[in-house]
């Protein structure tokens, strides 16, 4: 359920579908009985990281671990907070912080994002 959750908010990137679409696909996953294999120790997902990792042709590497509870109440608090600095409001205006908050609370797992540019710069986002 997780991949299809995943393709529901990548349709949503791509602008295929709105976000009321993707929330009622999603409730509608949420709502079908599927079998859990259990083959390892679940972590639950509250203790879960969100990873980023950058590294550049030149060298720089950037890696970052936050804890997801965190992300969720940064997301809640701080765009609120980013909209009202001038400077600021630009960066947070576009992007969808519900459809994130959702996610989060769907407990997407797994690979988000995985970016190689024409330079040879990564770009690596995970949850994990």
């Known amino acids: ?5 995943s393709r529901v908010l990548t349709l949503v990137e791509e602008g295929k ?4 679409k993707a929330s009622e696909l999603i409730h509608i996953l949420q709502g079908k009985d599927q079998p859990e294999l259990v ?4 972590v639950p997902y509250g203790n879960k990281m969100l990873k980023i990792r950058v590294s550049s042709e ?9 804890p997801i509870n965190l ?3 940064v997301l809640k ?13 630009k960066y947070v205006k576009d992007i969808n912080v519900d459809l994130l908050i959702e996610a989060i609370e769907n407990e997407l797992d797994g690979q988000i994002v995985d970016i190689t540019s024409a330079n040879g710069d990564k770009v690596f986002v995970v949850i994990e």
């Open 71 to 73: 992300v969720k109440a």
């Open 58 to 66: 030149e060298g720089d590497n950037v890696n970052v671990n936050l």
């Open 39 to 42: 083959t390892k120790k679940e």
């Open 1 to 5: 359920m997780k991949d299809e959750i």
């Open 17 to 20: 579908i709105d976000k009321e």
């Open 77 to 89: 608090v701080g765009t609120n907070i980013a909209e009202k600095i001038p400077e600021a409001e």
